[in-house]
C-alpha cells in the first residue's frame, strides 16, 4: 500500500500543464477527499495538507448541483449558478476556494455570503451555518415559494424543513434527505442523489 | 450407388454432384459460422459495453459521493447476467472502488490497463471479454468501470451452428444423391447407352444395330441421332463396298480368262517365234556349214596347186590358180561377214567376257598382219602403254585389230607405215590404229562404218574388202562398251581408234599371267614354242621375226642385259644371240645364260658375220650360223633345237564326212611332214582307236550318224585315250555351250575360214609337242 500512496501522491503532484491552476486545485482537491476516505490517515500523513470536513462539505455542495434540477420558472441569477452562505464565514472562504472556476450545466459557479434569507431567494444552493440555527425557522419561512436548495449540517435540519443535512458518520460525511421539502420547492432530485443518501425522509411537518 | 452399374461415367456424376454439393455447402457453412462468430462477437462488445455504461452511470453518485457500498450494490444487479464473471468500479485515479465476482469473494482484482485518449477499450483473452469503459459525468471523467464476461454463450452457440451445419450437410448430400441418380437418367443413361451400342458395332462390325433416342430434344440425343446416322451412311458404304468388291472380284475373274487365253496365246506365238528363231539359228549355222565346205575345197586346193605340190605348175596356170585363190578367199571372207554380221543382227552373237591385258592378244594378230605388211615394206610399229587389263571377248578382240590392222595395211602404199597404240584413259583402255595410207574423205568417213560401204573412187585396185568389216567391227566394239571413232586426212593417213572397258582390278593380276589351261584358241598363239631374238639392230630383228613368225612365238631384246632379263622371265625355247652388240657381247651374254641355272638349258644359237664357232661351241653354244642368214637354214637350224610336235610314228586321224575336206586335209598335213589316216564317220574312228595308236584326231563336228560331239564323249570315256589330243576343225556355229565342252575337252578349234592351213600346222606342232614334252618332263 505504501507504494500505491507513493503513486498516488505522483499522479497527484503532477502538474496539468493544459489546465487551468483553479481547475487543478479542484481536481486535487477532489483527489484528496477520495484518497483521505479510502486509505485512512496513515497514507494521508504523506499528502501536503489533508481535506478538511469543510472542504469535504463544499465539494459535496457543488456535486449537489449537479444532481439536481430546478424548476425553470423558479431560477434566478441568469448566467451564474450561484452557491451562497449564510452564517459562519470560514466554510463561506472554504467553499470559494473550492468551487472557483468551475461550472454547472455551462454554467459559471459563484459563492457568495449573505447576511439575510431574503437574500438568497437568488441562490441555487444555500448552504446554513449551524450558527444560523436558532433563526431556521425564519429562514425557511423567508426561502418558502422559492426554489432554492438548503443543505446544512445542523442536526434536525430535514425535520425542520430542511431539504439536505450533512451528517458526520464515522468519520465519513454523509448526507440525508427529506424529499418531501426539496419537491415543494419545486426541486427534482436525482435517484442517484438520492441513492447515496443515508436517509431519505419523505413526511415532515412543515415548520416543526 | 442407386443403379449398380459398370459405368464410370455414372459414377463419375454422382462423385462431381456430391463434390459439388459438398463443397458448397461447407464453404457457406463455415462462411456463416465466420459471419456469426464475428458478428456475435460485436453485439457481445456492444451489450457488455451498455452494460458497463449503465453500471458506469449508475456508479457516478457513489462515487461522487464516495460511498462505495451503494456502488457494490449498483454493481451486484450483475448477477442477472450469469455471462459476467466479475465487474468492477475504479477511482478516476486507478484504486478499486467497488468489485462484483459471479463466484463471490476472490483475489483482488488486477488493475485494468489504463485507457489513453479513448473512453472504451475491449478484449478477448483466455475465452473472456474484457470492457472497460470511463465513466463521464457532465463532461468529466468519474470513475473507470470495468466488466468481463465469459464467452461461454459464444462457444454453445458456435457449437450449435456446427450441428446444425453437420445436420444441413447430411441432408444435402442425400438430396444431392437423389438428384445425381435423377441426372444420371437423363444425362448418364443415354451415353452409356451410346457406349454399349458403339462397342457392339466395332466388336460385331454389324452396322445395322441402332441406339435408341430418348426424345428429349438435348445434347446425348442430338449425339445418338448423329450417331445412328453415321452408322447408316456406314452401313450404305459398307454395302457399296461390298458390291464394288463383288464387281471387282467378278471382273478379276473375267480378266483372268482373258489373261489365261491371251497367255496361252502368247505361248503359242512364243513357242511358234522360238521355232522360227532355231530355224534361222540352224539355217545359219547349215549356211555356214554347207558354204564353208566346198569353199574350203577351193581354196585349200588352189593353195596346193600354188604351191606346185602335186607338180610344177607353168606360169600361166599359176596365174590363173592365183586367181582362183583371190576370188574363193574373198568369197569365203564375204560369207563370214555375213555370217558374223547376221548374227549381230540377230543378237546372237555371244560375248565371252574375260580380263586380259591387250598387249597378250597382240603377237597373235601381228603374227598374222606380218607377212601382209612386209610384202609391201610396211613397218608395222607398237607402242602398248597401257597397264590396265581390260574386260573383252578376246577372240572378238583380235577380229578387232586384225579388221583394223589388215585394213591400214591394205590402204597403205609400200614402204609406209603402221602402228598400234594402247594407252589408259580413264575407265577404258584406248587402242588406236595409225597408217600413213591414203586417208578417208571427211564425208566418207561419217559412212564408213555402214554395211557395204566402201570408199569410193580407190580404183587402183586395192579395193578388194567385202565392205562388211568396219561395219562388224564398229558392232563387236559396241557390244563390248566401247566406240570406236575414226579421223583422217586425206593422202596422210588415218588412225582409227576404239576403246575397251578396263577391268577394275589391275594389280591383282600378274602382268606375265600365263594360265595353264587356257581356252583352246586363246591358247593357240602361247604354247607356241617362243624364240628370243637378241639383235642391237632394229630392222635385223624385224627381218628373223619375220622369219620365225607365225611359227614360232618372237620376243626381242636390244641388249646382252635385257636378253638375260628376258631369258630369265620368258623362259623361251630357244635364244638367237647376236655377237657383236655395243654394251657387251654376245659370247658374255651366253657365259651368263649358261651360269644362271634357270637359263643354263635354253638352246642359244648364235648369229653373227664373225665366224668365232670355237669360242662359242666352247661357252656352251648350241649351234652357229654366219650371217647373212636364210630362212630355210633358220627354221631348220630351230627346229632342231626346238622340240615340235612332227613325229614319224604317231598319225593323226582325220574324221570328216566330206571327201573333198578330207583329202584336202590330207594333203596339208603330209605336206608338212605328218602321217595320215582318214576315216568318213565317227562310227569309223572309233573302231581305229580300238586297234590302233595315233598321234592325234583332226575331227569335224557335223558328220550324218556319229557327230564330232558323240566322238568327243567316247574317247574322252575310254581311260587309255583321256589325254589323246583332239583338234576340232569346223564350219558350225558354236553356241556358248558348245563352245565350252570343246574347251574343256579339247586342245584346239579351228575355223573353216581363210588362213586355216597354217594355223592347222601351227597348232598340230603345239599339241603334239606339248604332249611330247609332258611327257618326258613326266619321265625324267
Known amino acids: 500500500m505504501i507504494s500505491g500512496c507513493a503513486a498516488n501522491s505522483l499522479q497527484c503532484a503532477r502538474p496539468r500543464r493544459a489546465a487551468g491552476s483553479r481547475r487543478v486545485h479542484l481536481s486535487q482537491l477532489m483527489a484528496l477527499v477520495v484518497a483521505w476516505l479510502a486509505m485512512g490517515a496513515s497514507c494521508l500523513h504523506a499528502q501536503q495538507s489533508s481535506p478538511t470536513e469543510n472542504q469535504v ?104 424543513g430542511g431539504m439536505i443535512q450533512f451528517v458526520v458518520e464515522a468519520n465519513r460525511v454523509r448526507f440525508e434527505v427529506n424529499l418531501t421539502n426539496a419537491e415543494r420547492a419545486g426541486l427534482t432530485l436525482s435517484s442517484q442523489l438520492l441513492k447515496v443518501a443515508i436517509d431519505v425522509k419523505r413526511s415532515a411537518q412543515p415548520g416543526s | ?63 461522487l459521493f464516495d460511498d462505495a457500498r451503494t456502488a457494490e450494490s449498483t454493481l451486484s444487479a450483475l448477477k442477472a447476467a450469469p455471462n459476467i464473471v466479475s465487474a468492477g468500479i475504479y477511482t478516476p485515479e486507478g484504486r478499486p472502488f467497488a468489485m462484483y465476482r459471479r463466484d463471490g469473494a476472490g483475489e483482488n482484482l488486477e488493475l485494468p490497463p489504463i485507457l489513453s485518449g479513448q473512453i472504451e477499450a475491449h478484449w478477448f483473452e483466455d475465452g473472456q471479454l474484457t470492457v472497460v469503459r470511463t465513466i463521464v459525468f457532465q463532461e468529466k471523467p468519474a470513475g473507470t468501470v470495468f466488466i468481463r464476461s465469459d464467452l461461454q454463450e459464444m462457444s454453445h452457440r458456435l457449437k450449435r451452428y456446427a450441428g446444425i451445419a453437420a445436420l444441413v450437410l447430411f441432408a444435402s448430400l ?56 453415321m452408322l447408316e451412311q456406314i452401313q ?7 458390291r464394288a468388291q463383288h464387281e471387282l472380284e467378278q471382273r478379276v475373274r473375267e480378266r483372268t480368262t482373258q489373261l489365261a487365253v491371251t497367255n496361252k496365246e502368247l505361248d503359242l506365238r512364243n513357242r511358234e517365234v522360238e521355232r522360227a528363231t532355231q530355224m534361222k539359228s540352224k539355217f545359219l549355222a547349215s549356211m555356214s556349214h554347207e558354204l564353208r565346205t566346198p569353199l574350203n575345197a577351193i581354196v585349200g586346193f588352189s593353195d596346193l596347186l600354188a604351191e606346185g605340190t602335186p607338180g610344177q605348175l607353168n606360169d600361166k596356170q599359176k596365174r590363173f590358180v592365183n586367181h582362183i585363190k583371190q576370188g574363193s578367199a574373198h568369197l569365203l571372207q564375204l560369207i563370214n561377214d555375213i555370217l558374223d554380221l547376221s548374227k549381230i543382227e540377230a543378237g546372237q552373237l555371244e560375248m565371252r567376257t574375260e580380263e586380259f591385258f591387250v598387249k597378250d592378244a597382240l603377237p597373235e594378230v601381228l603374227s598374222t598382219i606380218h607377212p601382209l605388211a612386209m610384202a609391201k615394206n610396211i613397218r608395222v610399229e607398237q607402242k602398248v602403254e597401257s597397264k590396265s587389263l581390260v574386260k573383252a571377248d578376246r577372240v572378238r578382240l583380235k577380229q578387232i585389230l586384225y579388221n583394223l590392222l589388215s585394213n591400214a595395211v591394205k590402204f597403205t602404199p609400200n614402204d609406209g607405215r603402221v602402228a598400234i597404240e594402247c594407252v589408259d584413259h580413264w575407265d577404258f583402255v584406248r587402242v588406236s590404229v595409225t597408217d ?73 593380276v600378274p602382268p606375265v599371267a600365263e594360265p595353264p589351261t587356257a581356252p583352246v584358241i586363246a591358247a593357240s598363239g602361247r ?91 666352247a661357252l656352251g653354244a648350241t649351234d652357229y650360223l654366219i650371217k647373212p642368214v636364210r630362212k630355210p637354214a633358220l627354221l631348220e637350224t630351230i627346229r632342231r633345237h626346238v622340240p615340235l610336235p612332227a613325229d614319224d610314228d604317231s598319225s593323226i586321224l582325220l574324221v570328216d564326212d566330206d571327201p573333198k575336206a578330207l583329202e584336202l586335209l590330207e594333203e596339208t598335213l603330209r605336206a608338212a611332214g605328218y602321217e595320215t589316216q582318214g576315216v568318213r564317220s565317227g562310227r569309223r574312228a572309233l573302231d581305229v582307236l580300238a586297234n590302233k595308236a595315233v598321234g592325234a584326231i583332226l575331227l569335224d563336228l557335223l558328220m550324218p550318224g556319229m557327230d564330232g560331239f558323240e566322238v568327243i564323249r567316247h574317247v574322252r570315256q575310254e581311260a587309255a585315250l583321256k589325254d589323246l589330243p583332239i583338234l576340232v576343225m569346223t564350219g558350225k556355229t558354236l553356241t556358248a555351250e558348245e563352245a565350252a565342252l570343246l574347251s574343256r575337252e579339247t586342245q584346239a578349234l579351228l575355223q573353216k575360214n581363210g588362213s586355216w592351213q597354217q594355223q592347222l600346222i601351227v597348232e598340230l606342232r603345239r599339241v603334239i609337242g606339248g604332249r611330247k614334252l609332258a611327257k618326258s618332263a613326266g619321265q625324267s
Not at chain 2, 32 to 56: C, E, K, P, T, W
Not at chain 2, 236 to 242: D, F, V
Not at chain 2, 474 to 493: C, F, H, P, W
Open chain 1, 57 to 160: 462539505k463544499s465539494a459535496y455542495l457543488y456535486n449537489f448541483g449537479k444532481f439536481v434540477e430546478w424548476p425553470a420558472k423558479g431560477v434566478t441569477g441568469g448566467e451564474f449558478f450561484t452557491f451562497c452562505v449564510l452564517g459562519d464565514d470560514s466554510f463561506s472562504s472554504t467553499l470559494e476556494t473550492t468551487i472557483a472556476g468551475e461550472s454547472i450545466n455551462g454554467k459559471k459557479v459563484l459563492a457568495k455570503r449573505v447576511a439575510k434569507p431574503q437574500d438568497a431567494v437568488s441562490c441555487r444552493i444555500l448552504f446554513i451555518s449551524s450558527s444560523e440555527q436558532s433563526r431556521l425557522k425564519e429562514i425557511v419561512a423567508a426561502l418558502e415559494d422559492t426554489s432554492v436548495l438548503t443543505v446544512s449540517d445542523m442536526p434536525q435540519f430535514t425535520r425542520r
Open chain 2, 1 to 63: 450407388m442407386f443403379r449398380v452399374r459398370g459405368s464410370s461415367i455414372t459414377k463419375r456424376l454422382t462423385t462431381m454432384n456430391i463434390l459439388v454439393s459438398g463443397a458448397a455447402l461447407l464453404i457457406s457453412c463455415a462462411a456463416f459460422v465466420a459471419y456469426d462468430r464475428v458478428s456475435f462477437r460485436r453485439a457481445m462488445v456492444h451489450n457488455l459495453s451498455i452494460q458497463a455504461q449503465i453500471a458506469g452511470s449508475n456508479s457516478v453518485s457513489a462515487l
Open chain 2, 174 to 229: 442425400i438430396a444431392a444423391l437423389l438428384v445425381a441418380s435423377v441426372f444420371q437418367r437423363a444425362v448418364a443413361e443415354p451415353i452409356v447407352h451410346l457406349a454399349t451400342i458403339a462397342g457392339i458395332v466395332s466388336r460385331d462390325k454389324d452396322y445395322s444395330v441402332r441406339a435408341t433416342s430418348t426424345g428429349n430434344r438435348d445434347e446425348p440425343d442430338i449425339l445418338i441421332q448423329a450417331f445412328n446416322e
Open chain 2, 236 to 242: 450404305q458404304r459398307e454395302g457399296a463396298l461390298q
Open chain 2, 436 to 508: 600413213s595410207g591414203i586417208g578417208i574423205r571427211p564425208e566418207d568417213q561419217k559412212v564408213i562404218f555402214d554395211e557395204f560401204r566402201q570408199v569410193e573412187g580407190s580404183a587402183n585396185g586395192i579395193n578388194e574388202g567385202t565392205g562388211l568389216g568396219l561395219a562388224i567391227t564398229k558392232r563387236l566394239v559396241e557390244q563390248q562398251g566401247g566406240q570406236i571413232s575414226v579421223e583422217s586426212e586425206l593422202g596422210k593417213g588415218s588412225r582409227f581408234t576404239f576403246t575397251l572397258l578396263a577391268a577394275e582390278t589391275t594389280s591383282e
Open chain 2, 527 to 617: 604354247l607356241t614354242p617362243l624364240v628370243l631374238i637378241v639383235d642391237d639392230e632394229g630392222s635385223a630383228r624385224e627381218l628373223l621375226a619375220s622369219y620365225l613368225e607365225p611359227e614360232y612365238r618372237v620376243a626381242t631384246a636390244e641388249s646382252g642385259a635385257e636378253a638375260l632379263k628376258k631369258a630369265q622371265q620368258l623362259r623361251p625355247d630357244a635364244i638367237t644371240l647376236d655377237v657383236l652388240m655395243p654394251a657387251s657381247n654376245g659370247f658374255e651374254t651366253l657365259a651368263a645364260l649358261r651360269k644362271n641355272p634357270e637359263t643354263a638349258n635354253i638352246p642359244v644359237i648364235i648369229l653373227s658375220i664373225v665366224d668365232q664357232k670355237q669360242v662359242g661351241f
